[in-house]
């Protein structure tokens, strides 16, 4: 699925399905999740013990209509070498992350 990022004051974000965090098994009250970035790739997964591992971005979901909202700021998109103005990204579910790259 491809979608457009939104600009939030001096970061992005990304709006996410409530479906896929449903299929994460993502607590809707808390809404904790890990973020992990690696070859232009952002991995998101339910956050586990949040201080077991602080390699890990660490972020809550903001409630957005049906579904949720990440909020990224520049140097995340940086690392995912995605401009938000001119680029969208693509979201899909493997398992139990949800993964958001650079559309093609």
């Known amino acids: 699925m491809n979608k457009n990022l939104t600009v939030n004051g001096n970061s992005w974000i990304i709006y996410i399905n409530k479906l896929f965090t449903e299929m994460l098994g993502i607590n ?7 973020l992990n970035i690696k070859k ?5 997964t339910k956050a586990s013990n949040i201080h077991a591992k602080k390699n890990l971005i ?3 979901l ?3 209509g049906g579904g949720y909202g990440l909020v990224l700021s520049k140097p995340i ?5 995605i401009n938000p103005e001119k680029d ?3 979201i899909s579910v493997e ?3 949800i993964i958001v790259k650079k559309a093609n």
Not at 28 to 34: A, I, S
Not at 77 to 81: D, T
Request: no cysteine; charged share 35%; glycine share 4%.
């Open 28 to 34: 809707p009250d808390e809404r904790r999740v890990e």
């Open 62 to 64: 903001i409630k957005r």
């Open 95 to 97: 398992e139990n992350t």
């Open 40 to 44: 232009n790739i952002l991995y998101i």
């Open 88 to 90: 969208s990204v693509e």
């Open 77 to 81: 998109l940086g690392l995912l070498n």
């Open 58 to 60: 660490h972020k809550q």
